[in-house]
């Protein structure tokens, strides 16, 4: 596996420094990108599977596979099995148990939802940039190896996710809200809960943020309504959070590691303040409107991944769009390309050690080298994300100011309308 990642980082980079995106051969660059696509996705699957005897992740056996037989067998979430996702996530993963009955082909569904991530990420990039990044960004899309190695060996589901994320994004850039607004209400009822974070950001780049929250809610609304009737359990993915450990480059970790007791609901308070509070920044002033709705998606990224009781490396592909089209505006603006693109393959590798750490500091003793290898990538880890938020406020362009909510000018005009029914 580490042959194949490091060569499909070297692949990405010397496209990044050979490649004049503006005048390739459409057909001759497509069918590379399409070979690049089903060898690093479809064909590693057969080699994990077929050829090594890679039996798959706990999160695809004992997960994926064994929800997708329970509702198969006519059982609910929450009622007759556990499950931490979305309600309807058991459905749509055992649609491809109808073709092939075995876990592996849970993964076809995350290749075909991370296929329409590539594309719906594309048509973004063209609609509010050009055709030239948009071929940059398939390039990068497809050799990144954190996308296809969290599918294809770690078996991961958070593109399906990304996907719901992008395509809100694109439909709120045709000023399309209440389409974006039903897709974001589908994409929470199928997938976990995680997706409400970027919600967040998603809602403050809508005009009618309350009337489409509104619709979002209802169609969440109605979508649990057969669970509530039959009495399942629907706060099950809150409430089994409770006895889980900490994880990732967040203070939780070292908490954890001293022996500190903290309140298992503590942090999740923390976050919502924090994520609370920078919203609140967003809607009662221009203060980080010069952000673009990319950065701004990033920052409450990162501010997750800080704060969050867990943070692991697989979170990554919720944003990793984003993070792309981020490091393709510094490419565009910056003289050192070949600098940029390999500070970028850092930052990702970086993402990639968030989850690494914490074994070791639970299972090792203190001082012990094991231990202070574990400390150093915590500590990579960690600084990467923080250096990317202050790489985001101090670097952004200022030159233009984007639309966000504004809280304080919807109280206003409700007021002045008062004001005017009044006289």
Request: glycine share 4%; hydrophobic share 45%; charged share 10%.
């Given at each position: 596996m580490l042959l194949m990642v490091f060569g499909t980082i070297l692949i990405l980079f010397i496209g990044l420094v050979s490649i004049d995106f503006e005048k390739i051969d459409k057909k001759r660059y497509y069918l590379i990108l399409a070979i690049g696509f089903i060898v690093t996705r479809v064909l590693s699957i057969v080699y994990w599977f077929g050829v090594a005897g890679h039996h798959g992740t706990g999160d695809l056996n004992n997960i994926f596979g064994y929800q997708a037989n329970q509702v198969i067998q006519g059982n609910m979430p929450y009622l007759d099995f556990e499950s931490h996702y979305?309600?309807?996530?058991?459905?749509?993963?055992s649609l491809p148990y109808l073709v092939y009955n075995q876990p592996v082909s849970v993964l076809s569904l995350f290749v075909v939802f991370d296929f329409l991530t590539l594309i719906i990420g594309g048509i973004y990039v063209s609609e509010t940039w050009n055709?030239?990044?948009?071929?940059?960004?398939?390039w990068i899309y497809s050799y990144v190896?954190?996308?296809?190695?969290?599918?294809t060996f770690w078996n991961q589901d958070e593109v399906i996710s990304a996907f719901f994320i992008i395509l809100s994004m694109l439909l709120i850039h045709r000023n399309q809200e209440w389409k974006a607004a039903i897709f974001m209400g589908l994409g929470f009822l199928v997938t976990k809960f995680l997706i409400l974070v970027f919600f967040i950001p998603l809602f403050l780049l809508m005009k009618k943020p309350i009337r489409?929250?509104?619709?979002?809610?209802?169609?969440?609304l109605i979508g649990y309504l057969p669970f509530i009737a039959l009495g399942a359990d629907v706060l099950m993915p809150f409430t089994a959070e409770a006895g889980y450990y900490p994880v990732g480059a967040n203070p939780w970790v070292i908490f954890d590691a001293i022996g500190l007791s903290i309140p298992w609901y503590l942090p999740h308070i923390i976050v919502l303040v924090c994520l609370f509070t920078l919203a609140l920044l967003f809607m009662t002033s221009n203060r980080l409107h010069y952000l673009s709705p990319e950065a701004t998606i990033v920052l409450f990224s990162l501010v997750y991944m800080l704060i969050s009781k867990k943070s692991f490396s697989f979170y990554v592909p919720f944003f990793l769009v984003f993070v792309i089209i981020i490091f393709m505006r510094f490419y565009d603006g910056l003289e050192n390309k070949n600098g940029v693109t390999i500070l970028f393959v850092a930052y990702l590798i970086s993402f990639s050690l968030l989850y690494q750490s914490v074994w070791v500091f639970r299972a090792m003793q203190v001082l012990t080298i094991d231990w202070y290898i574990a400390a150093v990538v915590y500590t990579v880890a960690l600084?990467?994300?923080?250096?990317?938020?202050?790489?985001?406020?101090?670097?952004?362009?200022?030159?233009?100011?984007f639309y966000y909510w504004r809280l304080d000018l919807f109280i206003k005009s409700l007021l002045k309308q008062d004001n005017g029914a009044a006289l």
């Open positions: 979305s309600p309807y996530f058991p459905y749509l993963i055709i030239k990044y948009k071929h940059m960004y398939y190896p954190l996308t296809w190695v969290f599918i489409n929250g509104f619709l979002t809610l209802g169609l969440i600084v990467s994300q923080i250096l990317l938020i202050w790489t985001l406020l101090k670097f952004q362009y200022r030159e233009h100011e």
